[in-house]
């Protein structure tokens, strides 16, 4: 009678066959053969032809070899006795999320969390758009540090990596540690954590990748910037000047920072009228470092169509929050070989600023705008989706630098104020 009761629960009984079952549809068979056959065996003897025992297909053995070349990712997927051919359509019922997956040999294999890593390396191959073909795809660079982060500890999932993967992965994990040293000018300049601002620039950089600089107002985005903007001049072989791009109300601070802390770098600022605009854009071609406001970039988008720089710098990023405005596409256009945001707010009011200045900063790099809701924000802000922040925070995490003044409180000196008491003149009087 238990094992009665027990068949019941997966099976349903034919009509005139006392003693007989029949299954009814694919969820019955996969939770007969999961969960109902171990129960059975439990009371007694169960007997099976090898046909149904092979029902249930073994894990695959997979592993997964990376390599450099120049700037892509040759990504190879060896599937052991599994047919490759069907790995296309086991990934997509992974994205999916089903239980099991039903081989083209009538065999249904489990999708637990041993094939995890394998889901990781589906979404990685989606977001980059790469199809898996005769098992190798080609990934961007900029997708090895979310790659590694992905597949490195996975069960079920070898990961092997060429020495150039490998020290990629090494300089993300420990930029503290590189090769990278200030301009000897500004070696007693910067504190602690600046010097580590200033080699995770120049670490992104190498690898002609970009990122966002969110340290907490006050804590010297600009002096890092431009100790990085110095070493690029000092390094040589680079004629190429440096556009930043920041609100007007900064635009003669920068030129102000870059004077008292690398008077060595030639700053244009370009100001005035139109026509006067247009007489700096001749002195761009001498220039190590070329700074303008938001507006005035939207303005002379001619100026800046045959123009080349070496990076493109945005501060106060969070200007560009809103993808459909002429000030991000404005510096979308700019022709440049890196790109770094600076902003202490990188979300101020929902996760699609951030899609924003990570579209500018590598396009591509996210999802489209639709698609970027549905997976991301979506589920983070109405369903409060832990895997989607994990999700977003591995795809994001290795490209943004925030440290809070809480953090780095002990370098940074002691508060200082000063009060100057200034009378109102009298026609001042009269207006107030």
Same mark, same amino acid.
């Given at each position: ?287 190590? !470092? !070329? ?142």
């Amino acid at each position: 009678n238990r094992a009665k009761r027990l068949l019941e629960t997966y099976l349903e009984p034919e009509t005139g066959k006392p003693g007989h079952y029949s299954l009814s549809g694919e969820e019955a068979l996969f939770q007969l053969l999961e969960e109902g056959i171990p129960a059975l065996l439990a009371m007694g003897e169960v007997y099976q032809t090898d046909a149904f025992r092979n029902l249930q297909a073994a894990p695959p053995k997979i592993s997964v070899g990376v390599s450099v070349h120049g700037s892509v990712l040759d990504l190879e997927v060896d599937t052991g006795a599994f047919p490759v051919e069907e790995l296309r359509e086991l990934l997509q019922s992974l994205h999916q999320k089903k239980r099991y997956h039903r081989l083209r040999d009538g065999s249904l294999l489990r999708l637990d969390d041993s094939l995890e890593g394998l889901d990781e390396l589906n979404d990685t191959l989606e977001l980059s758009g790469a199809k898996l073909m005769d098992g190798h795809a080609a990934l961007p660079l900029y997708r090895a540090p979310t790659l590694d982060w992905a597949l490195s500890g996975q069960n079920g999932l070898r990961f092997d990596r060429d020495d150039a993967f490998r020290r990629i992965s090494r300089s993300f994990h420990a930029v503290r540690d590189s090769e990278y040293t200030p301009p000897l000018s500004l070696q007693k300049t910067l504190r602690k954590y600046q010097r580590d601002g200033y080699r995770w620039l120049r670490t992104l950089d190498g690898y002609g990748m970009g990122g966002i600089l969110a340290d907490d107002m006050g804590l010297g985005k600009t002096v890092q910037v431009l100790s990085y903007l110095l070493a690029l001049r000092e390094q040589g072989g680079n004629p190429l000047p440096s556009l930043i791009v920041c609100p007007a109300s900064l635009v003669l601070n920068w030129a102000e920072e870059c004077q008292k802390f690398t008077p060595e770098l030639n700053c244009v600022v370009v100001d005035g009228d139109a026509a006067h605009r247009a007489q700096l854009a001749e002195q761009w071609d001498g220039a190590d !470092v !070329v700074v303008t406001s938001y507006d005035l970039l939207r303005r002379d988008e001619t100026l800046y169509e045959n123009q080349k720089f070496y990076a493109c710098i945005l501060d106060e990023a969070q200007a560009i929050k809103n993808h459909t405005t002429q000030k991000y596409k404005a510096v979308c256009g700019v022709n440049s070989r890196v790109r770094f945001a600076l902003t202490g707010t990188p979300v101020e009011n929902r996760l699609g600023e951030l899609w924003s200045i990570f579209s500018f900063l590598m396009p591509g790099y996210l999802p489209p705008y639709k698609s970027f809701c549905s997976r991301f924000e979506k589920p983070i802000t109405q369903e409060n989706d832990p895997a989607a922040v994990r999700r977003l925070n591995q795809l994001t995490g290795p490209f943004i630098l925030r440290r809070m003044k809480s953090e780095v409180l002990k370098e940074l000196p002691p508060k200082t104020e000063n009060v100057y008491r200034i009378e109102l003149e009298e026609e001042q009087r009269k207006l107030y």
